[in-house]
């Protein structure tokens, strides 16, 4: 719902597509979900490096460190988590247009969340990453130890525990991370990328 009234949009002279020229490759986003403690910010660090030494112009968002600024008056309600993913989405697109590969790893619990951000790019623009791993899994690494505090009562509302999370149901990919190593992880969706032609 649009507060504003009497806008009008300006487009730029330079274009996406004049951007992603000049860059030598596409932009888009890849959108990593999963459970906390799955390992979306251990393997977007990791492919964000990978893809740096070969030149391509990309950035993070990340869930935790969007909360410290532009989303710091959110918590974690369903209708505090939409409106975060929502917003995430539209930072994300903007990059988009900028030319940039842009990674982003958000909980985003929420299939209806996920698909509106895909709905808000072009078809190829939008890579749905699933990091896939058992919640007994999560919950064992507990590397933040949240899961200890979310079983003993001290946070309420933790994805997974007392909160839902819906699967992707037809991901651009998935990543096992109980199988997959890190390194694995990271190559998978670098050949993905050159195999879709989004990298030369
Ligand atoms: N209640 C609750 N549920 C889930 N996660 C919680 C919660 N409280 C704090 N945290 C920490 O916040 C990180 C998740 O933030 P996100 O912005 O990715 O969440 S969401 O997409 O809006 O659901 C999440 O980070 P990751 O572990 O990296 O996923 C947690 O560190
Ligand atoms: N194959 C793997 N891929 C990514 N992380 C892994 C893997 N195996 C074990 N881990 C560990 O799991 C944890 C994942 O934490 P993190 O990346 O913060 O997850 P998330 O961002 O999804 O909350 C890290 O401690 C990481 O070292």
Same mark, same amino acid.
């Given at each position: 719902? %649009?507060? %504003? /009234?009497?806008?009008?949009?300006?487009?730029?002279?330079?274009? &996406?597509?004049?951007?992603?020229? &000049?860059?030598?490759?596409?932009? @888009?986003?890849?959108?990593?979900?999963?459970?906390?403690?799955?390992?979306?910010?251990?393997?977007?660090? *990791?492919?964000?490096?990978?893809?740096?030494?070969?030149?391509?112009? /990309?950035?993070?968002?990340?869930?935790?460190?969007?909360?410290?600024?532009?989303?710091?008056?959110?918590?974690? %309600?369903?209708?505090?988590?939409?409106?975060?993913?929502?917003?995430?989405?539209?930072?994300?697109?903007?990059? =988009?247009? @900028?030319?940039?590969?842009?990674?982003?790893?958000?909980? %985003?619990?929420?299939?209806?969340?996920?698909?509106?951000?895909?709905?808000?790019?072009?078809?190829?623009?939008?890579?749905? =990453?699933? =990091?896939?791993?058992?919640? *007994?899994?999560?919950?064992?690494?507990?590397?933040?130890?949240?899961?200890?505090?979310?079983?003993?009562?001290?946070? /309420?509302?933790?994805?997974?525990?007392?909160?839902?999370?819906?699967?992707?149901?037809?991901? *651009?990919? /998935?990543?096992?991370?109980?199988?997959?190593?890190?390194?694995?992880?990271?190559?998978?969706?670098?050949?993905?990328?050159?195999?879709? *032609?989004?990298?030369?």
């Amino acid at each position: 719902m %649009s507060k %504003s /009234t009497n806008i009008s949009w300006h487009d730029s002279i330079i274009t &996406k597509t004049e951007r992603q020229t &000049k860059n030598k490759h596409k932009s @888009a986003i890849l959108w990593f979900t999963g459970l906390s403690g799955s390992g979306k910010s251990t393997i977007t660090v *990791e492919l964000e490096r990978k893809l740096y030494q070969l030149g391509i112009y /990309t950035y993070r968002l990340d869930g935790d460190n969007i909360r410290h600024g532009l989303n710091k008056n959110l918590g974690f %309600s369903p209708e505090d988590r939409t409106e975060n993913i929502r917003r995430i989405g539209e930072v994300a697109k903007l990059f =988009v247009n @900028a030319g940039v590969l842009t990674l982003t790893a958000f909980i %985003s619990p929420y299939r209806e969340d996920r698909n509106q951000v895909r709905a808000l790019v072009a078809e190829r623009e939008f890579i749905e =990453v699933y =990091v896939r791993c058992s919640l *007994e899994a999560c919950e064992h690494r507990d590397p933040k130890g949240l899961y200890q505090k979310a079983r003993s009562g001290e946070i /309420t509302g933790f994805t997974g525990i007392d909160a839902p999370y819906e699967e992707p149901i037809n991901p *651009e990919l /998935t990543i096992d991370t109980e199988e997959q190593s890190l390194d694995e992880a990271v190559q998978q969706v670098i050949n993905y990328l050159l195999e879709n *032609e989004y990298l030369n």
